[in-house]
C-alpha cells in the first residue's frame, strides 16, 4: 500500500513539516543587488514620470512631442502640429491631458508578468530571492482578490499595441524641421526612434502577445503563419526583462529630453 501523501506543509517555509533550517538562507552571493537596483529605479521613474504627468508643461517642441502627453486628447493641450492632437475633451477638462490615458500604459506595465516578478520580489519581498525566505507567514499568490486582477493584463495589450502605433507616428513626424520642413534629422529623431524601437519590442515581446500568436493551437503546421508569429514572439519573449527596463528608460529620456528643448536649456544638435 502506497504511504500516505504528507500533509502539505503551512505557514510559510519555517511552518510546520518544512525542514529545519536554522539559517534565514543559505545564498552567499549578493542575491539582494537586483531586488535593491528595482527598487531604486522604479521608484525613481515613478516620481519621475509623476512629476512630469501632473506638470502639464514643457512637452512640446517642434517637431518633438513628449510620449507621456501623446496622443493629446483635451482642449487645454498645447497648440501641436506634431503628434495626434484630437480634442476629444473639451474646455470642462482642466487638469493635465497627459492624465486622460495613462492608466492604460501604466496598468500595461503595472500587470506585466515581468514587473509583476520584480516588484513582488522588491518591494514585497515575497520572497526577495530564489531560495531566500519570505518573511510573510502564508503564501495565496495570486488566487485572491486583489493579486487575482493582475489577470487583466492580457486586455491591456490592446491599447497598449494601439499607443506603440501613435508614438510610431510622433517618431515619424520627427523627421521635420522645427518648421515642418520634411527631411530633418535631429538628435531628438534618433532619441524618438529609439525609444518607439525599444517600446516595440516591449509590447511585442508581452506574454500575452506570444498568446495571441500562437497560443491555443492544436497543431502547429496547419497554422504556419500564426507558428511563424509565435516563433518571432518566442524569440522576443526570451529578452522580455531587457526591453521592460531599456523601454522604461527611454520614455524617461524621450520626456526629458523633450522638456529641455521646451524649456530653452539646450537645442537640438542637427544631424542632417
Ligand atoms: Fe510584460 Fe505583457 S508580460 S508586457
Redesign the pocket.
Known sequence: EPPASPTPPRGGVNGPGRAPVGARHLRTDRWWLAPTITVVVLTAFVVYATWRAFSNAHYYAAPYVSPFYSPCLAENCADMKAGPNWPLFGDWWTLSPALIFLALPLG?RLT????RKAYYRAFWASPPACAVAEPHRAYTGETRFPLVLQNI?RYF?YPAVVIAVILTYDAVLGFRNADYEWGHMGLGTVIMVANIALVWA?TLS???CRHIMGGRLKSFSRHPVRYRLWTWTSRLNGR?MEY?WASLVSLAVADFYVYLLATGRITDPVLF
Open positions: 500595461f506585466c508578468y515581468y514587473y493584463h495589450f516591449y508581452c506574454h500575452s522580455h521592460a
